[in-house]
T-cell receptor, first 114, second 115 residues
Framework: EPEVTQTPSHQVTQMGQEVILRCVPI?????FYWYRQILGQKVEFLVS????????KSEIFDDQFSVERPDGSNFTLKIRSTKLEDSAMYFC????????????FGPGTRLTVT | AQTVTQSQPEMSVQEAETVTLSCTYD???????LFWYKQPPSRQMILVIR??????QNATENRFSVNFQKAAKSFSLKISDSQLGDAAMYFC????????????FGKGTKLTVNP
């Protein structure tokens, strides 16, 4: 069964560094998402992406964040200058264009900012 | 803003027994969707069951069923004949019917299944 994959599984970076988190959504899916979960807190929506542009973003998704679909298969989240509070689990998700609205999630990337 | 509350951080059940996980939500919308996702340890979240708010009939998927009380804004998940493989974090999530793609999640309930 097709799955969303994410790399790396764990990323450690120093404060102020740029990081890129990578996701490969399911191949025929058209909507793409990033969520994050700070330890002990809820899973929070960051951004949705459709038709090569951001369709919705949360207040968390400020100018430090960007997303890109550089080719037909990858979907990336870039954090330009990481802060300690960016430490979290980042989940990518994708969905097909149907009325079920089912989002398929990847296993997550644990980002640790030191 | 919509919120989702799962009041049970942890639950446990004996194998083959039935367990109910609670979820309440707050919204002023009339058109929305509710979901239960399961996240086994070190695995991705997978959808367990979905309920459209306009449907009065409670959704069922094999051993999983929901009790959707729209007026009370309650959406509980019942797992019948619990199996060891049901052990996981369970997240309740809400999505507005139109105009938004985002899922709003509860904090999750950790379910332990005892043999």
């Amino acid at each position: 069964e097709p799955e969303v994959t994410q790399t790396p599984s764990h990323q450690v970076t120093q404060m102020g560094q740029e990081v890129i988190l990578r996701c490969v959504p399911i191949s025929n899916h058209l909507y793409f998402y990033w969520y994050r979960q700070i330890l002990g807190q809820k899973v929070e929506f960051l951004v949705s992406f459709y038709n090569n542009e951001i369709s919705e973003k949360s207040e968390i998704f400020d100018d430090q964040f960007s997303v890109e679909r550089p080719d037909g298969s990858n979907f990336t989240l870039k954090i330009r200058s990481t802060k300690l509070e960016d430490s979290a689990m980042y989940f990518c998700a994708s969905r097909f264009r149907d009325s079920s609205y089912e989002q398929y999630f990847g296993p997550g990337t644990r980002l640790t900012v030191t | 803003a919509q919120t989702v509350t799962q009041s049970q951080p942890e639950m446990s059940v004996q194998e083959a027994e039935t367990v109910t996980l609670s979820c309440t939500y707050d919204t002023s919308e009339s058109d929305y969707y509710l979901f239960w996702y399961k996240q086994p340890p070190s695995r991705q979240m997978i959808l367990v069951i979905r309920q459209e708010a306009y449907k009065q009939q409670n959704a069922t998927e094999n051993r999983f069923s929901v009790n959707f009380q729209k007026a009370a804004k309650s959406f509980s998940l019942k797992i019948s004949d619990s199996q060891l493989g049901d052990a996981a974090m369970y997240f309740c999530a809400y999505k507005r019917g139109r105009g938004s793609e985002k899922l709003v999640f509860g904090k999750g309930t950790k379910l332990t299944v005892n043999p």
